[in-house]
């Protein structure tokens, strides 16, 4: 069973940094992608960061190039560096695993690929 875990939210001032963790356990293979979605206040939700395993090829959306970066060190594990925060970064932060279609990472935008969610964990910007 495949499960997703987020950690490192929090509130923090504007212009301050933090670091999203997702723990990912039971995947069957070395071959997924992952992303980070979020969801605002009265927003909708929208992708931030997408990675594909094992080449390690990223995207993001236009509205935090530059201030975040994902990465991912190992098979379990996939983090999003979060610089310069602002106050519309004020969100619940999800990671979400698309496994063995490649589809998830070649349309990162759309959440349609990604089958498998972890609880989400909030993160607060003030300004």
């Known amino acids: 069973e495949v499960q997703l875990v987020e950690s490192g939210g929090g509130l923090v001032q504007a212009g301050g940094s933090l670091r999203l963790s997702c723990a990912a356990s039971?995947?069957?293979?070395?071959?997924?992608?992952i992303a980070w979605f979020r969801q605002g206040p009265g927003k909708e939700r929208e992708a931030v960061a997408c990675?594909?395993?094992?080449?390690?090829?990223t995207k993001y959306r236009d509205s935090v190039k530059g201030r975040f970066t994902i990465s991912s060190d190992n098979e379990n594990m996939v983090d999003l560096q979060m610089n310069n925060l602002k106050p519309e970064d004020t969100a619940v932060y999800y990671c979400?695993?698309?496994?063995?279609?490649?589809?998830?990472?070649?349309?990162?935008?759309?959440?349609?690929?990604?089958?498998?969610w972890g609880q989400g964990t909030q993160v607060t910007v003030s300004s």
């Open positions: 990675i594909r395993r094992p080449d390690g090829s």
């Open positions: 979400a695993a698309d496994i063995g279609s490649g589809l998830g990472f070649v349309y990162c935008s759309s959440s349609d690929f990604y089958h498998y």
């Open positions: 039971g995947l069957p293979f070395d071959d997924y992608g």
